[in-house]
Nanobody
């Protein structure tokens, strides 16, 4: 059984911080690249960040560079998205996702094999 479960979402004021977690099971965590996507109401899903343990590459969409950091703990089979200096426009459902080995440098979703169900992040002004 393959499963990705997000946690850590909630309500935070603008300028605050939040850490999202993605717990993976049913596959070898280190053989996959973990991505974070988000979708705000009325908007299309966008790639936020990706990390590949295979080549050590990380990617961030321009709007979160310098504010968000992706990381992982292989021993815990868990990936994280550290979000700092949050803005109201960061409000969205955040999803973690897994692709085999490598990230899409454009943060697209065509190579994604597994998806979590999402966790809601709301940033108030």
């Amino acid at each position: 059984e393959v499963q990705l479960v997000e946690s850590g979402g909630g309500l935070v004021q603008a300028g605050g911080s939040l850490r999202l977690s993605c717990a993976a099971s049913g596959f070898t965590f280190d053989d996959y690249a973990i991505s974070w996507f988000r979708q705000a109401p009325g908007k299309e899903r966008e790639g936020v960040s990706c990390f590949s343990a295979s080549d050590g590459s990380t990617y961030y969409t321009d709007s979160v560079k310098g504010r968000f950091t992706i990381s992982g703990d292989g021993a815990k089979n868990t990936a994280y998205l550290h979000m700092n200096s949050l803005k109201p426009e960061d409000t969205a459902v955040y999803y973690c996702a897994a692709s085999r080995w490598y990230c899409d440098s454009h943060l697209g979703d065509r190579a994604i094999k597994y998806w979590g169900k999402g966790t809601l992040v709301t940033v108030s002004s």
